[in-house]
Structures are given as structure tokens and as C-alpha cells.
């Protein structure tokens, strides 16, 4: 009887240990928003791909600059052929950012927390280092994560014309939206 | 007199100039998106070749089929749609394939033919290269 016990005892750790604690979306959402008193530039992408690993409290995030949608077709064409050059390598096609919750949570706890994330952000062939406050809803079968932060587009190499250089806004504000799902292998 | 007339002349050929410059800059401003139903492909691939070309070397593809219309063929390995009401069939793997995202207008414009789509059939969507993160994403696309 008591065999019988470790064996399962063996089998319940061998399984946990197994088992990956990964959760992912290919279907994240990323929007930025440009605002300055002469235009509204709001574009966004619903192809984001994103994972969360529980054990490292881990998260990467990245996205095709061309998967943008803008109200416009002229402004589509010019955020990936004169700013983000999305055709030039596959650094400039992209955006990443990888990093760690470095603020406690409790995967288990289901309730909604507020978290610091520090890591890196690439766009442009450029990395930077970020930290984003971003909220966190741990769950058993779905995850939910959203987070708001600012980018200056200069820090990312990306040059703007002196002459559009009043529309479009000093620091563009990028939103996330994540809903996960358990990643099997 | 004779100056008079050149000068009205000048003035209406001014306007008219004017008037064209003015709806060049607002066509452009506005230009209508590309319809990419209604291109015709670049290039006419199953998937696995174009898993392939991005595998072996993502910048020559990228320069190759970046923003480029393809006509892609394969096994469903995935059917999910997003909470917008656009589509995504994932060809050959559901992690690493190929991902053809189907907008909400063309789900509502091709829902009998979509419909009939199902895991582990071969089918052949049409759509923009937007290039690839862990798969190959074509967007704006639509069943051929």
C-alpha cells in the first residue's frame, strides 16, 4: 500500500514537472494611438503573438509591422515604407519585446493584479530597454493581460520630416491586449 | 484689350490647374485600399515550399514575397475566429505554418465557401505576405 502511494506521489510530480506552464495567443491585440491637435493617427494589429511562461515568469511579445491597419491606405504605406522601412531586413519587419514580471504573482490566485514588467524593446533594428506596468488575470484555462505605455519614435531611430513633424505626437502610446490560452506541444 | 484676354486666359488656366492639383492631393490622400480578392497572384505555392523559403532565409523572402499577393495551398491544421469576426486557417502546422486571416468582410462575402472548410482538407487561400514570426502570415485573405 504504501508503494502504491509513492508511485502515485512519483507520478504526480513526474507529470507537474512534465508538463510545460506555457500560455500563448497569435491572436494578441496592439494598438497605438498618435494624437496631436492636427491629427488623430490610431492604427492596429490583431496578429500579435505572444507567450507566457509561469515557472521564469517570462513574456514575449512580437508582431509584423505590416500587419497594421490605419484608417487610411496613404498612412499604412508610409508608417512601413518611410518610418518603420519594413522591407529592409527582418529586424525592421517586426516588433519584440521580451521580458520579466519582476513584481510578485500568484499564477494560482485569479485575481486580477498589477505587475511591472522590465525587459526589451526591438523595433526598427533598435533595442531598448522598457519597463511597462501591465495588468495581469491569471485563470486555469485563459489568462488575460493588458498594459499601456510610451514609445518615442526617436529613440528608435525612426525619423520623421520636419515637416509632418507637428502630426505626428512626441510620444506615441501603445496598447496591448492579450487573451491566453495553455500552449501544448 | 488684347492684354485683357491673356490675362483672363491665365487666370482660368490658373483655376483649372489649381482644381486638378487639388484633386490629385485628395485621390492620394484617400487612395482606396487594395483589394487584393481581386489581384491576381504573385506567386502560386503550396505552403511547405513557402515554409521552406522562409526557414532557410528570412530576409531573401522577405525581399521576395514581403506585401506580395500569393496564392497558397495546404492541410488545415487550424480554423479559429477572432472576437472582430475575422477568420484564420492555419495551413500545414497551427504553431509554425502558414496563416491566412480572413477580414470580417470577406468571412461575410465567402461564408458558404468557408463553411464547407474543414480540418485536414487541402485548400488554397489568396492574400497579402506580411511576413513571418514563428508562421507565415498572409493577410486580407480569402478562399480561392
Request: proline share 3%.
Amino acid at each position: 500500500m504504501k508503494e502504491l502511494y509513492l508511485i502515485a506521489v512519483f507520478c504526480l510530480v513526474f507529470i507537474s514537472a512534465g508538463a510545460q506552464n506555457r500560455y500563448f495567443t497569435k491572436d494578441a491585440k496592439i494598438n497605438f494611438n498618435s494624437s496631436t491637435p492636427i491629427e488623430d493617427i490610431i492604427a492596429e494589429s490583431n496578429q500579435a503573438t505572444t507567450f507566457i511562461d509561469l515557472d521564469k515568469n517570462e513574456l514575449v511579445f512580437s508582431v509584423l509591422t505590416t500587419s497594421f491597419k490605419f484608417r487610411r491606405a496613404l498612412m499604412e504605406e508610409h508608417f512601413n515604407e518611410n518610418y518603420m522601412e519594413s522591407a529592409k531586413n527582418k529586424d525592421f519587419s517586426k516588433a519584440k519585446f521580451s521580458g520579466k514580471i519582476t513584481s510578485p504573482i500568484d499564477w494560482k490566485s485569479e485575481k486580477a493584479v498589477v505587475v511591472e514588467v522590465k525587459g526589451d524593446l526591438s523595433m526598427h533594428g533598435v533595442t531598448k530597454p522598457i519597463t511597462i506596468k501591465a495588468n495581469i488575470t491569471p485563470g486555469k484555462t485563459k489568462i488575460l493581460a493588458n498594459a499601456e505605455f510610451k514609445v518615442t519614435p526617436e529613440d528608435f531611430s525612426i525619423n520623421i520630416p520636419s515637416a509632418v513633424r507637428d502630426k505626428i505626437a512626441k510620444e506615441v502610446t501603445i496598447k496591448v491586449d492579450a487573451i491566453y490560452a495553455p500552449y501544448q506541444q | 484689350m488684347a492684354n485683357r484676354k491673356v490675362l483672363r486666359i491665365i487666370v482660368w488656366l490658373f483655376v483649372i490647374g489649381l482644381i486638378f492639383a487639388f484633386s490629385a492631393i485628395y485621390y492620394v490622400f484617400n487612395m482606396p485600399r487594395r483589394n487584393i480578392a481581386k489581384e491576381n497572384a504573385a506567386f502560386t505555392m503550396t505552403a511547405k515550399q513557402l515554409i521552406s523559403d522562409f526557414k532557410k532565409d528570412e530576409n531573401g523572402a522577405n525581399a521576395k514575397y514581403l506585401d506580395k499577393v500569393i496564392a497558397v495551398s495546404g492541410e488545415i491544421k487550424g480554423i479559429r475566429t477572432l472576437d472582430n469576426h475575422s477568420m484564420v486557417f492555419s495551413l500545414e502546422d497551427a504553431m509554425e505554418g502558414v496563416s491566412c486571416t480572413i477580414d470580417s468582410a470577406d468571412v461575410v462575402r465567402n461564408t458558404s465557401k468557408l463553411s464547407q472548410l474543414k480540418g485536414g482538407e487541402t485548400a488554397t487561400f489568396k492574400g497579402r505576405c506580411s511576413g513571418m514570426l514563428m508562421d507565415i502570415q498572409i493577410i486580407n485573405s480569402s478562399p480561392e
